[in-house]
């Protein structure tokens, strides 16, 4: 008999072979010209508009939206590619709902905001098959080190690269995009769209991506700074948190990150197993993404469990109704106390919290949840690219401390941004802010006027 979502047990291909291929679809599908005219007809063209204030990479949203109802999409996309190199990509994974679309004076008036995120991406779409628009200022002789091919890492290459540098990007994994590549779910960029949009930026000529090259085990921060003019540090977030309770060791609990990794590396989910009953510890967008994938895959329950109220959560309104339109049931207001299990994990035990002063600890009142597969999502931390203190980074607690244009201490010419600085959002379009302007700085910085 073929396995069911009902079969115990951690397995593969729990659903009918093509359910996977539609669980997996575009969650936003492109809008066509017509339904693009109509999104974009919805604006009224701010002056001051606070869709823009609210975006990361201040793109002119009303412009590139005028731009759109004027019949030409390719300037549209140039409007937003000049402030955002990754339009396309963001266009696809912001959470819309929580920057511009709220910002949106049709939000506030009707609830309804203009379709901005889908709009940014009917534009960016019709030149990402196309030659790159972009060519580079005459070369400048300067040559920067980037470390990370993540969103912040290409965003500064690109501009780095625009203004005529030589660019030099070291990346310990197999394949550039970051978190793009490896962490953001699948339905949110479906079809290779994080590969084709790195080969697309790289395009640009001037970039070198050396790929399976680790700073901090393959070659040194000191080494890089010695060789470059400036070095720009964009290496997220490395490791995941651990989840300190007995029995968390057990087969059967792992990294969320981890999982959601190999499902995005997988070419067939049809082939990824899954347990019957998945418990989701966290309560960010890796937690959503990591339960929501659990239950196309065919898991019959995913549970997620998140130690403070509903409102408090990472993860936007939005996301936390995707997870429930999904089947995910969400409980809040509980930490896990135990993992239990002969040889592997059966089950999880939690607490419902109590505050004492500040701090929240497991009450009395306990309930267990049956788990073959716990993935864990309770946040992640910066890897130091060094334990040398003559090389060390000034650090604002576990992130990297910068300044104006990325600038670190106590190195000169050493910038960071993204996820691994104490001003990240955890978000891409923050990240890819934080490459673009730090390139801005280098560039000032290497010709003289910064
Ligand atoms: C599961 C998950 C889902 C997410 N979903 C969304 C979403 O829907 N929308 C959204 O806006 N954001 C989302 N995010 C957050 C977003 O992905 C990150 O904010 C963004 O990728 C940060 O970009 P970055 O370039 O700073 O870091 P990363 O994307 O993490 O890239 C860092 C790169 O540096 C490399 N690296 C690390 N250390 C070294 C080293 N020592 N030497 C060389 N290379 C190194 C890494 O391999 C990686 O390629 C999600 C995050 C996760 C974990
Ligand atoms: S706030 Fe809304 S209506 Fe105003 S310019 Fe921005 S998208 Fe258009």
Redesign the pocket.
Known sequence: MADTQMTPGVIAGRLPPDAYAENFADLHPPLDRHEAAVAADRCYFCHDAPCITACPTDIDIPLFIRQISTGTPESAAMTIFDMNILGGM?AR???TETLCEEACVREAAEGKPVEIGRLQRYATDTLMDRPHPYTRSKPTGRTVAV????????ACAHRLAMLGHGVTV????PK??????????SY?TPDGFAQKEVEWLLSIGGITIRHN??????ISLATLRKDHDAVFI?????ATNALDIEGSDLPGVED??DF?ARLRQSDDPATLPIGRDVVVIGGG??AV??AVQSRLLGAQTVTMVYRREAERMNASLFERELAQTNGVRIITGAVPVRVTGQNRVEAVEFAYAVQDGGALRPGPDRFTLPADQVLR?IG?SM?P?TNDPADAIEQDGASLLTGPGGRTAPHGNVFA????TAT?????????A??RDAAMEIHATLMGDG
């Open positions: 963001c994974v912001c959470p470390i990370g091919a993540g969103p912040a890492g290409l070291f990346e310990a994994r550039s995009g970051g978190l793009n590549e490896y962490g953001i779910a949110k090259k680790q700073v901090g085990r393959d964009g290496i997220g977030l490395g969320a990150v959601i967008m890796t993404d990591a999502a992640q890897v690219i941004g993204g996820d691994c990240g959002e955890n978000l891409t379009v923050t990240a890819v934080q490459g």
